[in-house]
């Protein structure tokens, strides 16, 4: 579902640290999921965030226009067709455009990096094992989301990939109430429900022995 996916992807500017990197489409539905991405995309608002009317704000850093934009040459070089949503309307400030990559490479920067931006990676797939070997060559592992009426099968994603912090049918999964980690590079320890709270705890063991 794309709505999921847009705020996975595009809230904050698509510089939250739980942000899709890439989303895996069914190749049935491949093509019609990138046409309403495409469309939803082309209706975000760039500009002032203190202005009511913007969806999509500047960048936290002033190199990071330049980074995302080397991110998607990189793509591009690889044969991958990327479609930047909003060519020529940009502000002035740390404003990029929205841009879809289409089909890349998984062994591509593109895939591989965190994007920390709104640029998404938009892949078909036939069978859920070729997304389970892809993520396993990647080295991080924050979170993932999946939409799906069958909650068994979502279960059983989630349990099969490597990654901390996991979505069914929502773009928000964290709260303060559960744990909030990431697998690989993406994090070591927890914050948030008991295992946060055991992060600040001091422990000490005594150990007796009769003389």
């Given at each position: 579902?794309?709505?999921?996916?847009?705020?996975?992807k595009y809230r904050n500017n698509g510089q939250s640290c739980i942000a899709a990197n890439h989303a895996w489409i069914p190749k049935k539905f491949y093509?019609?999921?990138v046409d309403n991405f495409l469309e939803k995309t082309q209706d975000l608002v760039i500009g002032d965030p203190l202005d009511p009317s913007t969806t999509l704000g500047p960048l936290a850093m002033a190199s990071d226009p330049q980074r995302i934009s080397k991110l998607l040459s990189s793509a591009e070089e690889t044969g991958t067709t990327v479609i930047r949503t909003h060519p020529g309307t940009l502000p002035d400030g740390n404003f990029v455009s929205p841009a879809v990559c289409l089909s890349p490479p998984t062994d591509s920067q593109i895939v591989q990096q965190e994007i920390f931006g709104p640029a998404l990676s938009i892949i078909p797939y036939e069978a859920i094992d070729e997304i389970a070997e892809a993520l396993q060559k990647i080295q991080y592992g924050l979170s993932g989301y999946i939409?799906?009426?069958?909650f068994k099968r979502a279960r059983d994603v989630a349990i099969s990939l490597d990654i901390g912090i996991f979505?069914?049918?929502?773009?928000?999964?964290?709260?303060?109430?559960?744990?909030?980690s990431g697998r690989k590079l993406s994090g070591i320890g927890y914050e948030g429900g008991q295992l946060g709270l055991n992060e600040f705890m001091?422990?000490?063991?005594?150990?007796y022995a009769d003389n």
């Open positions: 579902k794309s709505y999921n996916i847009m705020i996975a093509d019609k999921f939409s799906t009426n069958n979505g069914v049918n929502t773009a928000t999964p964290n709260t303060p109430q559960i744990p909030f001091k422990y000490q063991s005594i150990a």
